[in-house]
């Protein structure tokens, strides 16, 4: 026998009913303490609301109470110095802090778990834990945006090449490029605060899963709580982790968006675009070729967006053909959770820095503006201002760009006399739409590029954030 499953004895709070102990294998692979002693301070309000309730509806006696928040006061200030002994022979938080307590306190901590399972308990502490952990989020998004916005305020009226396939498409600001993404976080925002609405509900009262024949008061413990509701199938508020299936969702969505502003920020630091420079210390060189600067935040943000997206899948596989109600596979959902938590947090910390460190090249933006015929849409439109038909116009200009194209210049550069020969209708005006400020002013609308449109949205954005 190897030396994981040798016996050895088992001080488990159910072990009443077992004729053996489990291995230490089988303790070390069924046991959660290693990640869920997270929850502690979560499981210790929960279990004080619990207690308050069950002294409340004469369950247990104001004595026990007393004993229980005393006890649970000496638990919580030795989990918070780290002096607190977890011990995976006790398996999961829950069962360490109910057997630290009745250390401390004798019969009224056993007295605790009386019209309570460890099944209504864990949904009631991860419930309660991802509710903090979603408002802290929500302001770190709205600390992203600021930034985003801060940017885009300094460079409303920054010309950059706009692209559709990547390839030049019209001239766009870098303001304008950073409001999008202002949006993208904006609808995380919203999304997070909708999931909090369903999360924020109380399982407790539900017991293992068929509730219990003591008289609760399952909304006083809500209201202590600070959950909007009661769960209302008992059934239901056990086994099921939509709610962290949601998150995780959401938290795959604003990834999502970060990999993606990620992917363009090392775009831009490389030579072919030298766009923009990212300061140092979001950089890293190599250990052979001395001359590398390595955008290998972005990268890794864009690699991690990969490992949110898997604790999503990891959950959905999770909870998917579990019959009602609970099912130890719940357990699972934890290290997923906490992790997509932890990577977003750290990723929108260290963001949120680096874009307010972005510095712009304006000059190698413009010089890549300029080229790859990116006003050649407007030439369309002035001549359809002129009276010509779109498609006629469209087929004019593109016989224009063919003949710059041929002779390497951009399309102002063909002079007058050029440009007319593919439509009369070309008059000495036409340089003011040629020009990429000209284009971008022109685009002066609700959601348009114009330097005056930024800055608007600027303002509305900075409004939103109060
Ligand atoms: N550690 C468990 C979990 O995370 C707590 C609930 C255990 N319930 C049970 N009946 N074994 O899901």
């Known amino acids: ?117 460890r099944n209504d308990q864990v949904a009631t502490d991860v419930r309660l834990w991802l509710r903090d952990a979603i408002d802290a989020l929500g302001l770190q998004l709205a600390a992203l945006q600021s930034s985003l916005v801060g940017l885009a305020e300094r460079h409303a009226g920054t010309v950059m090449p706009g692209f559709t396939h990547l390839q030049v498409a019209q001239p766009v600001t870098f303001g304008h490029h950073l409001m999008a993404y202002f949006e993208m976080f904006a609808r995380d925002r919203e999304r997070l605060a909708d999931c909090r609405r369903r999360v924020n509900r109380l399982p407790l009262g539900a017991a293992a899963l068929a509730g219990t024949s003591y008289p609760i008061d399952r909304a006083m413990v809500a209201e202590e709580l600070g959950f909007d509701g009661v769960c209302e199938n008992s059934l239901d508020a056990v086994s099921d982790r939509d709610f962290a299936i949601e998150f995780c969702a959401a938290a795959a969505l604003v990834m999502t968006h970060i990999s993606r502003l990620s992917e363009e920020l090392v775009l831009w630091m490389s030579p072919r675009y030298r766009f923009i420079r990212l300061p140092d ?31 999503l899948m990891a959950l959905l596989m999770l909870m998917k053909s579990q019959p009602l109600a609970y ?34 090249d304006e000059r190698a933006m413009r010089a890549a503006a300029a080229e790859g015929f990116s006003t050649a849409t407007d030439l369309a439109d002035y001549l359809v201002k002129k009276g010509l038909p779109f498609r ?53 609308h609700v959601g348009g590029t114009a330097p005056a449109r930024v800055r608007a949205a600027v303002k509305r954005a900075r409004k939103a954030l109060k």
Request: net charge positive; proline share 3%; with cysteine.
């Open 1 to 117: 026998m190897s030396k994981n499953t040798r016996k050895k004895p088992s001080v488990a709070a159910w072990s009443g009913r077992f004729s053996e102990p489990v291995s230490e294998l089988v303790q070390r692979y069924t046991g959660s303490v290693t990640f869920d002693k997270r929850l502690a301070e979560h499981d210790i309000r929960g279990s004080l609301a619990h207690a308050h309730m069950l002294a409340a509806c004469g369950v247990i006696s104001k004595r026990d109470v007393a004993a229980i928040e005393s006890g649970m006061r000496t638990i919580l200030a030795e989990v918070r110095s780290g002096k607190f002994k977890w011990s995976i022979a006790a398996e999961d938080v829950h069962l360490n802090i109910e057997r630290r307590l009745t250390a401390l306190v004798g019969d009224a901590g056993k007295r605790l778990h009386t019209a309570r399972s």
């Open 281 to 311: 210390r979001f950089c890293t060189g190599s250990s052979i070729m001395p001359q590398k600067k390595n955008p290998d935040v972005p990268e890794l943000a864009r690699g991690k967006t990969g490992r949110v997206t898997g604790h």
């Open 327 to 360: 099912n130890k596979d719940n357990q699972e959902d934890k290290e997923p959770l906490f992790d997509s938590v932890d990577t977003l947090a750290d990723t929108l910390a260290i963001f949120t820095d680096m874009v307010a460190g972005v510095e712009v």
């Open 392 to 444: 006629d116009a469209h087929e004019a200009v593109a016989r224009a760009v063919r003949a710059a194209e041929a002779r390497g210049c951009d399309l102002p550069e063909l002079g007058l006399a050029e440009l007319r020969r593919f439509s009369p209708l070309v008059g000495t005006d036409v340089f003011k739409v040629l020009t990429l400020e000209g284009s971008l002013a022109s685009r002066n």
